[in-house]
């Protein structure tokens, strides 16, 4: 039986709900023997004299990555450019392929034939800043910042295992927001990553993986193995009368308000796994065996046959970030993207051999229809909701235009003012006879970190943001979605949620953590002067409204009706916005370009056929050739 196959029993098996501190020891052992090649050529993060000095007046300007050049793996190419060429021109127009991708993506990267601007010098800039140690001085807000997320770690056993959500002193009910949330801490563990921190985020994922095969039961229902929690704390019991001992406490929404499930653990703590990785040069975490079964079981988790027509994920109402009532049902577009990352993350770090052939292979299959399905049918901008609007319905055959059946009296009245000449973005939703057409930022920002739009969608989206700046934007980044849900509409799909009110919390609140998000998005399309301009905006107000987790009204200006302050996410997106703009060459490791190898799959095997024809060659999309 194979380490993996034993592993996956095991953990079928698991311990008792509470994990005894005797079965995890907090300092962990490599289980694999190290890549020799590797660890020798690696300079060790923590190592690095400037950081090592762990003051927080100085940041490191980090370009050094010469001598990783050296040492460089497959896995620091994470674009897997390949030398394919797509001969079919309907293909080219819906994926927005450019004939000769090669060419741009290694030696041009010419903006003008793709529109995928990069924000990387030439390759001698790039040496010469290597050469480089900037320094920077931290401004007060910052030096704030770090003194509170370094308040904020939790530790267990004596060590560093991740950041509470809310540190806000004068909280009498902090619900759950004295724990670790799984989504919460990717920002919290990026700025410790990009200031040269790794062991808390080494020891947070580990600590996660153990948790994910925990048994755990909703009104005796068991949710599929691989689930990681939405958060977890760590709880002191007492053994006997003099004995205590600590323990890790996971929330798989068994507690949850709404019961809602954490799809989106999962997701990103492949992400993190993959930046830990990137961004410490220690691949070592990624390849033990634990690590790829955790990262298997999530995968097959997400991969598993159901009844859905789509390759999107089909989740319930409240399962990312949004983890309240608010019509994101179905295939929200935060899953999509996150679960497109997450694919890619996996098809890099899983190791390829007998046991993984066929879930490579499944994942493979799945990033390429995923990214034609949201490029092809989330896509909006004035041409296609004008097609929208022209639309033919009860269209019943294979080459339908509308194949969703979408009524034109769905493009609400908001939205034909709204969307200007230039720029579009991703719908929130799309399901049969249902499109919603809010605007939601993280998903939409995500799509253009990942590469599941394409180049030209990318642009189109900060251009969105450029031109709405003030509705996205306003006095404080940035918008959770766009617009809000009002009258009835907030009375049928929030339920009436009196958190949920119109231009608050999840409905159009806006969220200063999300600028990490932002940052990386406008650096990946070369465009950081948005991201500064927007962050500036925030460091205005943070410290003096004392970091709080969200804003109302619609153009930001109120601290929001219910939010906590000193909310961990927003110091950290703040620090990390700040880190990333510092140091383009780490923020170039987090983000993808273009995949055309992914573009060439089609698994169907209808095009080559005579009589029936596979949808995505038939798509007569009109999107992404302009
Ligand atoms: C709220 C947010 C959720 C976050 C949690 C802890 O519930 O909606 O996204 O993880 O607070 O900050």
Same mark, same amino acid.
């Given at each position: 039986m194979?380490?993996?196959?034993?592993?996956?029993?095991l953990?079928?098996?698991?311990?008792?709900?509470?994990?005894?501190?005797?079965?995890?020891?907090?300092?962990?052992?490599?289980?694999?023997?190290?890549?020799?090649?590797?660890?020798?050529?690696?300079?060790p993060?923590?190592?690095?004299?400037?950081?090592?000095?762990?003051?927080?007046?100085?940041?490191?300007?980090?370009?050094?990555?010469?001598?990783?050049?050296?040492?460089?793996?497959?896995?620091?190419?994470s674009?897997?450019?390949?030398?394919?060429?797509t001969?079919?021109?309907?293909?080219?127009?819906?994926?927005?392929?450019?004939?000769?991708?090669? /060419?741009i993506?290694?030696?041009?990267?010419?903006?003008?034939?793709?529109?995928?601007s990069?924000?990387?010098?030439?390759?001698?800039?790039?040496?010469?800043k290597?050469?480089?140690?900037? /320094?920077?001085?931290?401004?007060?807000?910052e030096?704030?910042?770090?003194?509170?997320?370094?308040?904020?770690?939790?530790?267990?056993?004596?060590?560093?295992?991740?950041?509470?959500?809310?540190?806000?002193?004068?909280?009498?009910?902090?619900?759950?927001?004295?724990?670790?949330?799984?989504?919460?801490?990717?920002?919290?563990?990026?700025?410790?990553?990009?200031?040269?921190?790794?062991?808390?985020?080494?020891?947070?994922?580990?600590?996660?993986?153990?948790?994910?095969?925990?048994?755990?039961?909703?009104?005796?229902?068991?949710?599929g193995?691989?689930?990681?929690?939405?958060?977890?704390?760590?709880?002191? /019991?007492?053994?006997?009368?003099?004995?205590?001992?600590?323990?890790?406490?996971?929330?798989?929404?068994?507690?949850?308000?709404?019961?809602?499930?954490p799809?989106?653990?999962g997701?990103?703590?492949?992400?993190?796994?993959?930046?830990?990785?990137?961004?410490?040069?220690?691949?070592?975490l990624?390849?033990?065996?634990?690590?790829?079964?955790?990262?298997?079981?999530?995968?097959?988790l997400?991969?598993?046959?159901?009844?859905?027509?789509?390759?999107?994920?089909?989740?319930?109402?409240?399962?990312?970030?949004?983890?309240?009532?608010?019509?994101?049902?179905?295939?929200?577009?935060?899953?999509?993207?996150? +679960?497109?990352?997450?694919?890619?993350?996996?098809?890099?770090?899983?190791?390829?051999?007998?046991?993984?052939?066929?879930?490579?292979?499944?994942?493979?299959?799945?990033?390429?229809?995923?990214?034609?399905?949201i490029?092809?049918?989330?896509?909006?901008?004035?041409?296609?909701?004008?097609?929208?609007?022209?639309?033919?319905?009860?269209?019943?055959s294979t080459?339908?235009?509308?194949?969703?059946?979408?009524?034109?009296?769905?493009?609400?009245?908001?939205?034909?003012?709204?969307?200007?000449?230039?720029?579009?973005?991703?719908?929130g939703n799309?399901?049969?006879?249902?499109?919603?057409?809010?605007?939601?930022?993280?998903?939409?920002?995500?799509?253009?970190?990942?590469?599941?739009?394409?180049p030209?969608?990318?642009?189109?989206?900060?251009?969105?943001?450029?031109?709405?700046?003030?509705?996205?934007?306003?006095?404080?980044?940035?918008?959770?979605?766009y617009?809000?849900?009002?009258?009835?509409?907030?009375?049928?799909?929030?339920?009436?949620?009196?958190?949920?009110?119109?231009?608050?919390?999840?409905?159009s609140?806006?969220w200063?953590?999300?600028?990490?998000?932002?940052?990386?998005?406008?650096?990946?399309?070369?465009?950081?002067?948005?991201?500064?301009?927007?962050?500036?905006?925030?460091?205005?107000?943070?410290?003096?409204?004392?970091?709080?987790?969200?804003?109302?009204?619609?153009?930001?200006?109120?601290?929001?009706?219910?939010?906590?302050?000193?909310?961990?996410?927003?110091?950290?997106? +703040?620090?990390?916005?700040?880190?990333?703009?510092?140091?383009?060459?780490?923020?170039?490791?987090?983000?993808?370009?273009?995949?055309?190898?992914?573009?060439?799959?089609?698994?169907?095997?209808?095009?080559?056929?005579?009589?029936?024809?596979?949808?995505?060659?038939?798509?007569?999309?009109?999107?992404?050739?302009?």
């Amino acid at each position: 039986m194979s380490a993996i196959h034993l592993l996956r029993k095991l953990s079928r098996n698991p311990p008792s709900r509470l994990l005894h501190r005797n079965l995890f020891p907090s300092t962990f052992s490599l289980d694999l023997p190290p890549d020799l090649a590797r660890t020798t050529l690696i300079r060790p993060f923590s190592n690095h004299p400037t950081i090592f000095n762990n003051t927080h007046t100085l940041i490191p300007f980090w370009v050094s990555e010469k001598t990783k050049s050296l040492s460089v793996s497959l896995r620091e190419f994470s674009t897997s450019v390949v030398e394919t060429n797509t001969s079919d021109k309907t293909f080219e127009r819906v994926v927005g392929l450019n004939p000769n991708p090669l /060419v741009i993506e290694r030696i041009h990267r010419d903006e003008e034939t793709i529109g995928e601007s990069v924000s990387r010098g030439g390759e001698n800039e790039v040496e010469k800043k290597s050469d480089e140690s900037v /320094v920077r001085e931290e401004s007060e807000a910052e030096k704030e910042a770090w003194r509170i997320l370094e308040e904020a770690v939790v530790r267990y056993c004596g060590s560093p295992v991740g950041t509470v959500a809310a540190n806000d002193p004068g909280d009498k009910l902090p619900l759950n927001y004295d724990q670790v949330f799984i989504r919460d801490f990717v920002p919290s563990a990026l700025a410790f990553l990009l200031k040269g921190q790794g062991e808390i985020v080494r020891n947070f994922l580990l600590h996660t993986l153990q948790l994910q095969s925990w048994e755990k039961t909703v009104d005796c229902y068991s949710p599929g193995q691989g689930l990681m929690p939405a958060s977890f704390k760590v709880r002191t /019991v007492a053994l006997d009368e003099n004995t205590t001992e600590e323990v890790l406490d996971p929330d798989f929404g068994e507690s949850a308000i709404g019961r809602v499930a954490p799809v989106d653990s999962g997701l990103w703590w492949i992400i993190l796994l993959r930046a830990y990785g990137k961004l410490t040069g220690d691949f070592s975490l990624q390849e033990r065996i634990d690590v790829q079964t955790g990262i298997k079981l999530i995968m097959n988790l997400c991969l598993a046959d159901g009844f859905d027509m789509f390759p999107t994920l089909l989740v319930t109402d409240g399962s990312c970030m949004i983890d309240r009532r608010m019509g994101i049902h179905g295939h929200p577009l935060e899953i999509q993207s996150l +679960f497109y990352s997450a694919l890619r993350c996996s098809r890099e770090m899983l190791s390829v051999n007998d046991s993984s052939n066929n879930l490579v292979r499944a994942i493979n299959n799945r990033l390429s229809a995923l990214s034609f399905h949201i490029r092809e049918y989330y896509w909006v901008d004035i041409k296609k909701i004008n097609e929208i609007y022209r639309y033919k319905t009860e269209e019943y055959s294979t080459d339908a235009t509308n194949k969703f059946n979408i009524y034109p009296e769905q493009i609400p009245p908001w939205l034909m003012d709204w969307i200007p000449e230039q720029g579009g973005y991703l719908l929130g939703n799309l399901q049969p006879a249902h499109m919603d057409f809010r605007f939601f930022t993280l998903g939409n920002f995500w799509s253009v970190v990942s590469s599941l739009s394409t180049p030209k969608q990318n642009e189109a989206i900060l251009n969105l943001i450029e031109a709405k700046w003030d509705d996205i934007i306003g006095h404080m980044p940035l918008k959770i979605c766009y617009p809000a849900l009002e009258y009835d509409d907030w009375r049928i799909i929030t339920g009436s949620d009196p958190k949920n009110t119109p231009w608050s919390y999840h409905n159009s609140g806006s969220w200063p953590t999300l600028l990490w998000q932002f940052t990386l998005a406008c650096m990946k399309m070369g465009r950081p002067e948005l991201a500064e301009k927007a962050l500036a905006l925030a460091e205005k107000r943070l410290m003096a409204d004392r970091w709080p987790e969200y804003y109302d009204t619609r153009s930001g200006k109120f601290i929001g009706k219910q939010s906590r302050l000193y909310q961990t996410w927003t110091v950290a997106g +703040f620090l990390t916005s700040k880190l990333l703009l510092a140091n383009p060459e780490m923020a170039s490791k987090l983000f993808w370009e273009e995949d055309y190898e992914l573009l060439d799959i089609c698994v169907c095997g209808l095009s080559k056929s005579g009589r029936k024809k596979c949808s995505r060659v038939a798509a007569k999309t009109q999107i992404l050739v302009r």
